[in-house]
């Protein structure tokens, strides 16, 4: 997989200023901080983890043929290979895969998106985009990992270091011209991000989200910048920024100050790129003038719904930094029905309008819900709930606007994992209580959403928020199969039986 089969220890060792002991000639083909991937020719990266410790599998990937170890200690008194000290070994991982994969970030045109909402979708236009402009693209999601036409699911929505760069050397061999990737907030702490030369980057938004991680909207701001100001190795090209967040004001002002190039995109403030004359539609998805600096164009998308149109001004600014016409934005916008869990239809044939959307920030649920308001002559009801063991500041501003923007609400079950699922529900009550609307609990998921389809009526909207694509449930330790999608379809089928 390696872009040079000839590269050894030492010379990975020089590109990291590391010090290196043992046999520095061994050929490295491939790089992992996974002991489970080691083999010979790999090069382990040794990471003290929160809850697991690299350096307790060193002697089990020096006997499958390791060529050797890159680790912030120093070597073990009797280790006989190459052992590579290091001051960052995630800062060395990331260093050492763009090495050891012959630099593929820089063979290819690469898009990275972060932001609170919004990433897989425009990552899915993105892709969608450069496939109409005939450049077969690649991309790493929160939903799959996808070369032009092959896929995988997704084991993370950004993967270790030397994860992408394999995937990105890939997507190189196969004649990829283009990739784009999701940039979380974590993954780029993490080190995750370093060293890859995006050709563009892009800021979605930011809102609460991950403080159990961040702790502070500052720290989790400052986390999103570091894609963008050159931290993580080359500062890229031009910057993407929604300029309707106050976040991304910031980030545009910042940027600018740096004398880097940034292209702005806003529905409320002057931008860069614009649209008027929205128009949405349950049936037909959502239709506008797109105007940018190198004209206007009309838009007519399968996406229902104003934060799509973000998404969609997003995408565009990219195509034309990445030299796509707009006839060809138009088209590419017209085919791409998004992300799956987006806002997306249960097909059913009783005519019941049953939305499942991967809401899982309040920021996200009042966007899904202020979407979905305007467009139902009826009621607006809700099923969701929150992750347990995750960040607990949202769960009242949730609640709060589910209660605000619904005519019925059902608090249910999320992935609970290792909390109590009514102590979640306790506190998502604290901010249903107080709007005094009409709402259940019912911690059972299943019976939640056969609850809300029962019902429903033709003129209603069920919205089922907080687990989109995802296919799982997590309950304490364990993990089951779960699709909300497949559990409405069957709530559909079930009515009047």
Not at 1 to 15: A, F, G, K, L, Y
Not at 163 to 180: E, I, P, Q, W, Y
Not at 414 to 428: L, Q, S, T, V
């Amino acid at each position: 997989m390696s872009n040079n089969q000839n590269i050894t220890v030492s010379e990975v060792s020089r590109s990291l200023a590391g010090d290196l002991s043992g046999n520095g000639e061994t050929a490295v083909t491939d790089i992992t901080h996974d002991s489970r991937q080691a083999k010979a020719g790999t090069l382990f990266v040794a990471i003290k983890g929160e809850t697991t410790d690299g350096h307790r599998f060193v002697d089990d990937v020096m006997r499958r043929g390791a060529a050797g170890v890159i680790s912030e200690f120093d070597a073990p008194e009797g280790f006989s290979g190459a052992w590579l000290k290091v001051v960052d070994a995630r800062r060395a991982l990331a260093k050492a895969a763009s090495v050891v994969y012959g630099e593929p970030s820089s063979q290819l045109d690469l898009v990275g998106i972060t932001g609170t909402n919004g990433k897989t979708t425009t990552t899915y236009l993105c892709f969608a985009l450069a496939e109409a402009a005939g450049v077969k693209p690649a991309m790493l999601t929160t939903v799959e990992y996808r070369i032009g036409d092959e896929s995988e699911p997704a084991v993370r929505t950004t993967p270790e270091a030397s994860d992408t760069n394999k995937f990105l050397r890939r997507a190189v061999d196969s004649g990829c011209g283009m990739a784009v990737m999701e940039a979380s907030s974590q993954a780029i702490h993490l080190r995750r991000c370093n060293h890859l030369q995006f050709r563009v980057a892009i800021f979605t938004n930011l809102t609460r989200d991950h403080l159990d991680y961040h702790g502070t909207m500052e720290d989790y701001f400052d986390a999103k910048k570091e894609l963008f100001d050159g931290r993580l190795g080359t500062p890229p090209p031009v910057s993407i920024i929604n300029v309707d967040d106050q976040w991304g004001g910031k980030l545009a002002d910042d940027l600018r100050s740096r004398g880097q190039k940034v292209v702005t995109f806003a529905q409320n403030h002057s931008a860069d790129l614009t649209a008027e004359n929205i128009e949405v539609s349950l049936a037909s998805g959502t239709k506008f003038l797109l105007k940018t600096p190198s004209g206007d164009v009309n838009i007519m998308s399968p996406l229902v719904g104003k934060p799509h149109v973000y998404n969609m001004l997003a995408a565009s600014a990219a195509a034309l930094e990445l030299g796509y016409g707009l006839e060809t934005i138009a088209v590419g916008l017209g085919r791409c029905v998004g992300a799956p869990g987006r806002f997306e239809r249960v097909p059913n044939d009783r005519g019941l309008a049953v939305v499942v959307d991967y809401a899982h920030t309040d920021d996200a649920l009042l966007n899904t819900l202020q979407t979905a308001r305007p467009l139902t002559k009826g009621k607006v009801i809700t099923v969701f709930g929150c992750g347990g063991d995750r960040d607990r500041t949202k769960r009242v501003p949730m609640g709060r606007a589910a209660a605000e923007n619904s005519d019925f609400v059902i608090i249910t079950s999320d992935n609970p994992r290792n909390e109590d699922p009514m102590a979640i529900i306790r506190e998502i009550e604290k901010g249903v209580e107080p709007v005094g609307g009409e709402y259940e609990v019912i911690s059972d998921r299943r019976e939640a959403i056969r609850r809300a389809v029962s019902l429903a009526g033709p003129e209603d909207v069920v919205i089922i928020a907080g687990k989109g694509h995802e296919t799982y449930q997590i309950i304490g330790n364990d993990k089951f199969h779960f699709d909300d999608r497949e559990i409405a379809a069957e709530a559909i089928n079930q009515l009047g039986d």
